[in-house]
DNA sequence: TATGATTATCTCAGATTCAAGATAATTTAA
DNA sequence: TTAAATTATCTTGAATCTGAGATAATCATA
């Protein structure tokens, strides 16, 4: 009976994202943010305006999660809900000015943070590396 | 200014390890279990007896989360509490005859669900993914 | 135009997690 | 031996997430 520990690529392949999203959610915290608050407003601060909508699908959490996380970030001044003339479903979301000036603070730290755990590959191996995954993602 | 997006084989590397986690989460649902649930399944099968604390540490959760997760499945019948005689505050754990019997029949599928999501690689492949991400696991 | 299907958002209950603190047992060292 | 520190587990409360269902608006089509 074999009850080996599985596949050395999956095992390494979990272990590396998960200490990444640790050291992240770390990094993040010290601006009182979660990592879903973060990533609400990283889309809004790339691609500006965007509906609820829009940001659930680029973040994958359901539309409950959502409207919780939207509403903590409203509350604090962070961004804000403004009804699509169009269609009155829809609503759009925007970071406020104080959104925009706390991203444009946090994320020039947050790339480097980011790159900085990267920099003991050189671009070929990036490139190899990047290469390999996508062919496991695209499986997946 | 700078808004576009960061660091490729971050992305595709956390984008890879969520779709991977999002499918074995799947996978393992259809046997009414959940991620931390057959993670804690998995190390008393693999290793036998052991400790609250040496599954913890193995999953990397919490001591609270080990006993809400160690509760479900002892009230499911799959693992058993025993008090440690040498040390009176440590408890071991060991699977059942029936967490036993239902871990026989999931880990084979298991395996074969694993190593399906990385066959396009061929060995060489593997050999490098692996030599990659622990060159970056290490740095983290 | 009326009806049924779809879409976007919100609400709510339940599940899971962690952090902090409680409890109880063991170890260390004065 | 005894007090302090450490260790293992459990308890509790708060935070976050999901899924199911509610609501309201829009779209498609007969």
Request: proline fraction near 2%; hydrophobic fraction near 35%; charge should be neutral.
């Amino acid at each position: 009976m074999n009850r080996k520990c599985s596949n050395l690529p999956f095992l390494v392949l979990m272990q590396t994202s998960k200490a990444i999203h640790e050291r992240i959610k770390d990094e993040i915290a010290k601006n009182n943010l979660g990592i879903t608050e973060f990533s609400v407003l990283e889309v809004l601060y790339q691609k500006g305006k965007q509906t609820i909508q829009q940001i659930g699908n680029c973040i994958l959490i359901s539309s409950g999660s959502m409207t919780y996380v939207i509403d903590k970030l409203e509350k604090r001044g962070l961004l804000c809900r403004n009804a699509c003339p169009d269609d009155r479903r829809v609503i759009h979301v925007t970071l406020t000015d104080a959104g925009n000036a706390l991203m444009d603070e946090i994320m020039p730290k947050y790339h480097e943070f980011v790159n900085s755990m990267f920099d003991s590959l050189n671009s070929d191996e990036e490139e190899t590396l990047v290469r390999l995954l996508k062919k496991v993602r695209d499986k997946v």
